[in-house]
């Protein structure tokens, strides 16, 4: 029964929790972690196993929230005995693949911690081997250690792993260790020292998404597990969750509100074009997406004619095998296709020139059929079957309704205007959070913010992504979060600073009934597209900011709410417009277009001049926008540095 | 025509259907609504019953609801109507749709 068929059958329906609007819990910690996704699960236990009283602070239900909470079929670039490819090297092919725009801090951190904490997963229930020798002998396989291995089967860096298993394994282990998990709850600002902004952090606040009560956390350290900002250019009213990549709770709170304490972050300017966030196309990952999970799969044509793939240097590969085979003189093969060295094989680069002069006839398929039965089964099963997002709607109701991958070809919406990363795609509709890397908190290398004991881990960090990283972050940012809380005292809260907080919490309670959350947040969307979209300048960023300040000030009081989730969406487009402005001020702060962030500034139009390849710092002092630059490497030496501060 | 009472409903929203239940499966014991990251689902006023779907477009179709089900064909989720995808029989040439 849906919500209508109920309502005519029974009445309107009262909202089924207590609605407790004002009435305040406080809840002291020695470590807070904010966000119950990969990184702040790792951080809570790592911290818990330090015996100190740690308090989790969740949006969503940590059981499966966040972006790994449904899965992860790859757990990529470790470094383990059983390969020699280090972690300098490792962190190498990502400052390729991004010309230098890596946060080679944490990748480094992670690639360093990877293997230990992908042991601990074992240890808290998670599956990482292949106990049940279900791929015997297949060439992905360690025959002794039983670990299965993605991509690149000779180097053998990037694990595939049943990550289905892995949140709940985080979530039991948080409950055993005594981590106090409160699910339900917004975090909605932080505390600091006398209620400066720029000083330490010595709390949080937080609104109970059901009930709507309001929190006041007291902490010794504070960890961000928050994740990043999603839904800045594109906003689908209709198609709305499915429209987003990371998970629907995930807009930015945590830059939001960092933001407004005085921290720095970077790389905000970023974006690309994107076809998926307008809700206009195929769920990621729901057909022969070619990007990881579905490696090395046999495409073909209409007709059934196979497409070729080829090596780095064009070499085409004639059996599945040499698909997953470093290059002749290559050393290892990354997860992503971008730069040479590291170059993972792709299909044939002109394919799309070699359909419109008719060589191939679209629809596109995935070809499992004629695969080696083990790479069938890897690809449908393993991988789609434990990959986040696609085990319930992919692999088993796919199944349900009769796919068998031996003998069925699954179409490709590749070139069709429906493929998620290609596509036909309006340069206007941009991404900045919802993929790959993202602008983020900036640290030093216990993972600590410029705000003392206010610590990041994840994809909250700039230019951070992956499961492996947040865990790996998670794990240490926890760690050096406990090691700071252990000599620090608790320091009174601010209560003028928590009156500020509970107003601005519950102002949407007093607005005006005229609009709902969702055409704020289009609005917000529509200011980016045009004001800071594709072309930008300083006039046209200008109007950026005064469109900005004009739905905050007149439209955000007419957004009405009438229950706690609501007021939950509501505040989560306040965040939106916050993080709206935080992009503006970055792109106005970067005098210089650049290729790799997909920065074009008409008003400064030469691409990447060597002066501002550089980080660019921004800090929200008072309401006064701060800035400074840090060289790219800024982070070196790695090795020193890390062994340093581990 | 039938009698039965005709409401003055607005428009609802698109996908309107994410999830379905059973009701002769489901004990309404709300263990979905519990794991579902963001709150699309809520308990049944009648206790017992399944639970109902209150903000359908915000569905972000990871199926954790259906994964921590303990009553299988209790709960099933729909991908929208336009993301549904296609598939062909390669010995027969039939075509297919995701139909659930
Ligand atoms: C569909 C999908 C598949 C992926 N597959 C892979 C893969 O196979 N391998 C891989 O390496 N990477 C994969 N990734 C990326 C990887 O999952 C992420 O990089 C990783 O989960 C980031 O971890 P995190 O802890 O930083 O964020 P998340 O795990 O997303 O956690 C953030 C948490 O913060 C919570 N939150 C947000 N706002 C608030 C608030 N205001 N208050 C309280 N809580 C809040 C959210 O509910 C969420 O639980 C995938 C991502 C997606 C979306
Ligand atoms: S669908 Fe399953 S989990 Fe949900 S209430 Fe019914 S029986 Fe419980
Ligand atoms: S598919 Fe996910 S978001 Fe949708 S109702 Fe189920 S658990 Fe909630």
Redesign the interface.
């Known amino acids: 029964m849906n919500w209508r068929q109920y309502v005519k059958k029974y009445g309107l329906i009262e909202w089924p929790y207590p609605v407790r609007y004002g009435e305040e819990r406080e809840i002291e910690a020695d470590v807070l972690v904010l966000g119950g996704g990969i990184a702040g699960c790792w951080a809570a236990i790592s911290a818990a196993r330090k015996g100190l009283k740690v308090v989790l602070v969740e949006k969503g239900a940590t059981v499966k929230s966040g972006s790994g909470g449904s899965g992860c079929d790859h757990w990529l670039n470790t470094p383990h005995p059983g390969t020699d490819v280090t972690a300098e090297e490792i962190v190498g092919w990502e400052l390729e693949m991004t010309e230098g725009y890596c946060n080679a801090l944490s990748r480094y951190i992670a690639a360093r911690e990877s293997y230990e904490t992908l042991l601990e997963m074992e240890q808290m229930g998670g599956v990482i081997r292949d106990l049940k020798d279900e791929f015997k002998g297949a060439p992905f396989r360690d025959e002794k250690t039983k670990f299965l291995f993605a991509y690149d089967y000779k180097s053998r860096i990037h694990f595939r792993v049943r990550g289905s298993t892995f949140k709940v394994a985080l979530h039991k282990e948080c409950k055993r260790l005594g981590v106090k998990i409160l699910d339900r709850v917004m975090a909605t600002g932080l505390l600091t020292e006398g209620g400066r902004n720029g000083a330490r952090v010595v709390g949080a606040t937080g609104l109970h998404c059901r009930t709507g009560e309001f929190f006041i956390f007291k902490a010794r350290a504070v960890v961000n597990g928050l994740s990043r900002h999603q839904r800045n250019w594109c906003f689908s009213t209709e198609i709305r969750g499915n429209a987003n990549f990371r998970p629907t709770q995930i807009v930015g709170d945590g830059h939001a509100m960092s933001w407004r304490a005085g921290a720095e972050f970077t790389m905000m300017e970023k974006s690309l074009p994107t076809s998926f966030a307008s809700g206009n196309v195929f769920q990621p990952y729901s057909h022969g997406n070619g990007i990881n999970t579905w490696v090395p799969c046999t495409m073909v044509d209409a007709n059934g004619k196979e497409i070729p793939w080829v090596d780095r240097d064009g070499r085409i590969l004639k059996t599945v095998e040499e698909r997953c085979m470093p290059a002749p003189g290559q050393r290892f093969m990354g997860e992503r296709t971008q730069g040479y060295t590291h170059k993972r094989p792709e299909l044939i680069p002109d394919l799309e020139e070699r359909i419109r002069k008719g060589e191939y006839t679209l629809p596109l398929y995935a070809d499992l059929t004629g695969m080696p039965e083990h790479e069938r089964r890897v690809i449908w099963g393993l991988m789609v079957g434990e990959e986040g997002k696609t085990r319930v709607p992919v692999y088993i109701y796919y199944n349900e309704a009769g796919f068998d991958p031996a003998r069925d070809l699954l179409q490709s919406y590749m070139f069709l205007g429906g493929d998620p990363m290609r596509g036909s795609v309006r340069p206007q509709d941009r991404t900045g959070g919802e993929i790959g890397d993202a602008g983020g908190l900036v640290t030093d290398w216990n993972l600590m913010t410029n705000l003392e004991g206010y610590f990041a881990a994840g994809d909250a960090l700039f230019a951070a992504n992956y499961h492996y990283h947040a865990a790996a972050t998670g794990r240490y940012a926890g760690r050096k979060a406990a090691e700071y809380a252990e000599k620090t005292k608790f320091s009174p809260i601010d209560r003028k600073q928590v009156a500020r907080e509970r107003r601005w919490v519950y102002r949407p309670l007093e607005n005006r009934d005229e609009l709902e959350w969702k055409e704020l947040n289009a609005a917000a969307c529509r200011i980016m597209q045009n004001y800071c979209g594709e072309y930008k300048n300083e006039e046209l960023l200008k109007l950026a900011l005064i469109s900005l300040r004009e739905l905050q000030e007149q439209d955000a009081p007419r957004v009405c709410v009438d229950n706690p989730h609501k007021l939950m969406r509501t505040l989560e487009v306040y965040n939106i417009l916050t993080c709206n402005e935080m992009i503006v001020h970055a792109s106005m702060a970067r005098k210089a277009s650049s290729q790799i962030l997909g920065f074009t500034r008409l008003d400064y139009p030469e691409l990447d001049p060597p002066e501002w390849k550089k980080w660019i710092l921004l800090r929200n002092e008072e309401g006064s926008i701060k800035t400074r630059d840090l060289p790219l490497d800024f982070w070196k030496p790695l090795k020193e540095n890390y062994e340093k501060n581990r | 025509m039938s009698e039965e009472?005709i409401?003055a409903?607005p428009n609802?929203?698109?996908?309107?259907?994410?999830v379905?239940?059973d009701?002769e499966i489901c004990n309404g014991c709300n263990l979905c609504v519990?794991?579902?990251?963001?709150?699309?689902l809520?308990?049944?006023?009648?206790k017992g019953?399944?639970p109902?779907?209150?903000?359908?477009?915000?569905?972000?179709?990871?199926?954790?609801c259906?994964?921590?089900c303990p009553r299988p064909g209790a709960i099933q989720?729909h991908?929208?109507l336009?993301?549904r995808?296609?598939?062909?029989?390669?010995?027969t040439g039939e075509h297919?749709r995701?139909?659930?």
Not at chain 2, 34 to 40: G, L, N, P, T
Not at chain 2, 52 to 64: R, S
Not at chain 2, 85 to 91: G, N
């Open positions: 009472k409401y409903f609802g929203c698109t996908p309107g259907n994410p379905t239940f009701p519990d794991a579902c990251q963001v709150d699309v809520i308990p049944n006023p009648v019953k399944p109902l779907v209150l903000f359908p477009e915000e569905c972000w179709y990871a199926g954790c259906e994964g921590i989720i991908l929208p336009p993301q995808v296609r598939w062909k029989r390669k010995d297919f995701v139909s659930r």
